[in-house]
Nanobody, 121 residues
Framework: QVRLVESGGGLVQAGGSLRLSCAAS????????MGWYRQEPGKQRILVAS???????AYADSVKGRFFISRDNPKNTVYLQMNSLKPEDTFVYYC???????????????WGQGTQVTVSS
């Protein structure tokens, strides 16, 4: 079983910064892409940023230049540095990882439990 545990959410004023972390643990053979999504109640999760195992990032247009994703492969951890936060960045943020649990096993998506980010105006 693979577990993803997020941390770092909270309440911040507009213009402030937060850093989210997500550590994967458990039966892991290999982790491919890792990413961060955000979701409003009753709506679909939206990709915020992703990063390949080689460290190549990609961002949603709404966060380009403000959010920065990185990862530490030996620690199976992905980070999201969020700067210049706006009230419209208020969401529950989820991390995800594409994982093989053994050699030759099918790659599956795993999700964290979510962490609330609230930006006050």
């Amino acid at each position: 079983q693979v577990r993803l545990v997020e941390s770092g959410g909270g309440l911040v004023q507009a213009g402030g910064s937060l850093r989210l972390s997500c550590a994967a643990s458990g039966s892991i053979f290999r982790i491919y892409d890792m990413g961060w999504y955000r979701q409003e109640p009753g709506k679909q999760r939206i990709l915020v940023a992703s990063i390949t195992s080689e460290g190549i990032p990609a961002y949603a247009d709404s966060v380009k230049g403000r959010f920065f994703i990185s990862r530490d492969n030996p620690k199976n951890t992905v980070y999201l540095q969020m700067n210049s936060l706006k009230p419209e960045d208020t969401f529950v943020y989820y991390c995800s990882a594409k994982v093989d649990i053994t050699w030759g096993s099918p790659t599956r998506d795993y999700w964290g439990q979510g962490t609330q980010v609230t930006v006050s105006s």
